[in-house]
């Protein structure tokens, strides 16, 4: 049985794809680096994460991409004995322009080197490469209209301008041939996400549409040949949740179809799972699967509608494996754990190091958090409505302009901290900062006020507990006496795509981590022994 939803936490834009027994997500990572996220199953039910191939300053450089830009939409499949991805680098995100850039790399297997990578168009983002039965490859992608009032935070439908197709020569490594907007959309507008697949002599373009806010669904159009005229679906959306508000999966869209080598038909959806009473989806988007069947040449959803299910039947009766309530992180070996990734830089030997002391994580005090270029982060995804992260420190500051410790975080108008700094008169100390989704100015907070004094040297543990919309910080000096809770309890929910600036204002997720910044200059190091994140 698989349960939905099959990644849980900030898993966007899922494109699946089969090889053989094998099948493969890769999923949209934003800001954070490295870049694009796949995960590997045999059974559909049961998923690991095994690369993130945009790994090199060659192929991925983000310092300066505002937030919630960067890696939209990639697009992975299997041709000519070895994998393709297509993914854009999207550099502007408020006003009328994107500034969306397309390339594609490639590799013998997904665990492997991959390639530099080709530059393809700057048409729009969301691209997809569909390799024909015939041996010729096609391009797709939804293309930017900057002519309308499309600003960030408030989609308006002119903006998507349809889904452009033109041929990918391989040999060339370029795009040639006319330029044809194969699919305008449908009615509900904001029409991106394109996939195109071929069976039984129809080619079939799924897309996204509705924004990714809880108006989102997958839209399904047919046509004879490639360059259309398409067909809309009989029931114009295949997976959508908009006009049932009361299903556990929300925002249901933007996802690929597959296929079993027996035929059995699935297709991918990202969804959020929002919380009351806000209705706030503080683990992002998500990725889910559906089990489908064919009628009349169409591809419905098993269950009869067009809402996405919890629970779907799996292959070879497969059952969820029991995870671990606890994930314990330790940082030996001189490798950054899997689950962890940091902010837009390739040169991540400037921000961290997991060699300089071994068996500790140090971040090297940089820029301000929430800083768009060099950024001293590390944190994992948040996966649960509730948990509670901890870590222990070691920190000397001699400036309050030198600040490290612990973090729940989603942007730079979107995060809380618990942190290790100076303070004129209580000396070192332990103090919060928050930004409560204050756009576009960024205002902090200091709900702690000054801070609480503790010893001038020595370790200290910080911790956080998120209970759904709450959270509360605490700290202790290490070894030695009970948790103290610090500041008041603090909204939580704010920590979501939701929160702030409101729907379509932004579409990452929560991370949990450690942070570290110096605006002195100096680089001042601050070291992590461990960090432990618990479900609740």
């Given at each position: ?51 993130r191939p945009l790994e090199r300053a060659s192929q991925l450089d983000m310092r300066g991409n505002p937030d919630s830009c960067g890696i939209w939409a990639p697009?992975?499949?299997h041709a000519d004995g070895q994998f393709w991805l297509v993914y854009t680098d999207v550099k502007r995100f408020d006003g009328n322009f994107k500034d969306a ?436």
């Open positions: 049985m698989i349960r939905n939803p099959i990644l849980p936490g900030f898993n966007p834009d899922p494109s699946i794809c089969r090889v053989g027994d094998d099948y493969y997500i890769a999923t949209s990572t934003f800001e954070w680096y490295p870049g694009v996220q796949i995960h590997h199953s045999r059974d559909l039910v049961n998923w690991t994460l095994v690369r697009c992975l499949s850039h397309n390339y594609i790399v490639t590799a013998p297997s997904i665990e492997g080197e991959w390639s530099e990578p080709i530059y393809v168009n700057s048409s729009g983002f969301d691209p997809s490469l569909f390799h024909d039965e015939d041996g010729r490859k096609w391009f797709v992608n939804m293309q930017w209209n900057h002519r309308t009032e499309s600003y960030g935070g408030s989609p308006k439908s002119p903006a998507f301008d349809g889904i452009l197709l033109q041929e990918w020569d391989p040999l060339a490594k370029a795009l040639k041939g006319p330029i044809k907007n194969i699919f305008a959309g449908s009615p509900l507008g904001l029409v991106e996400g394109p996939h195109l697949f071929k069976k039984n002599g129809w080619y079939y373009l799924t897309t996204a549409e509705g924004g990714t806010g809880y108006d989102h669904a997958v839209t399904m159009a047919r046509s004879r040949g490639i360059e259309g005229p398409y067909e809309l679906h009989p029931n114009m959306h295949l997976i959508t949740s908009k006009d049932h508000p009361g299903a556990v999966l929300q925002r249901a869209g933007h996802g690929q179809y597959v296929e079993t080598p027996d035929g059995e038909a699935y297709h991918t959806h990202l969804c959020g799972r929002p919380l009351p009473p806000k209705r706030r989806c503080t683990l992002g988007r998500e990725t889910s699967l559906q089990r489908c069947v064919w009628r009349d040449d169409w591809l419905h959803l098993e269950n009869g509608t067009s809402v996405p299910d919890v629970d779907v039947p799996g292959l070879f009766g497969a059952v969820p494996a029991e995870k671990p309530m606890r994930s314990e992180y330790n940082f030996d070996g001189g490798k950054l754990p899997a689950d962890f990734q940091w902010l837009r830089t390739p040169e991540h030997g400037r921000i961290f190091s997991l060699t300089d002391r071994p068996g500790h994580l140090r971040l090297i005090g940089r820029e301000s958090i929430g800083s768009w270029f060099e950024q001293s982060l590390v944190a994992r995804r948040q996966e649960h409505h509730s948990f509670r992260a901890e870590t222990v420190i070691e920190f000397s500051p001699d400036t309050y302009q030198q600040v490290a410790g612990l973090t729940h975080y989603y942007n730079r108008h979107k995060f809380h901290a618990v942190a290790v700094t100076l303070h004129e008169t209580l000396g070192r100390c332990v103090t919060i900062l928050s930004c409560n989704g204050d756009y576009p100015n960024g205002r902090l907070s200091f709900p702690a006020g000054s801070g609480v004094a503790i010893p001038a040297d020595g370790r200290v543990q910080l911790a956080m507990e998120i209970r759904e919309n709450d959270l509360q910080f605490f700290w202790q000096t290490d070894g030695k006496g009970a948790w103290q809770p610090i500041g008041p309890a603090l909204d939580a929910s704010v920590i979501s795509d939701e929160g702030g600036r409101g729907e379509h204002g932004s579409f990452t997720g929560a991370f949990a981590g450690v942070f570290a910044f110096d605006t002195s200059g100096r680089g001042k190091a601050a070291d992590f022994d461990w960090f432990n994140y618990d479900e609740l």
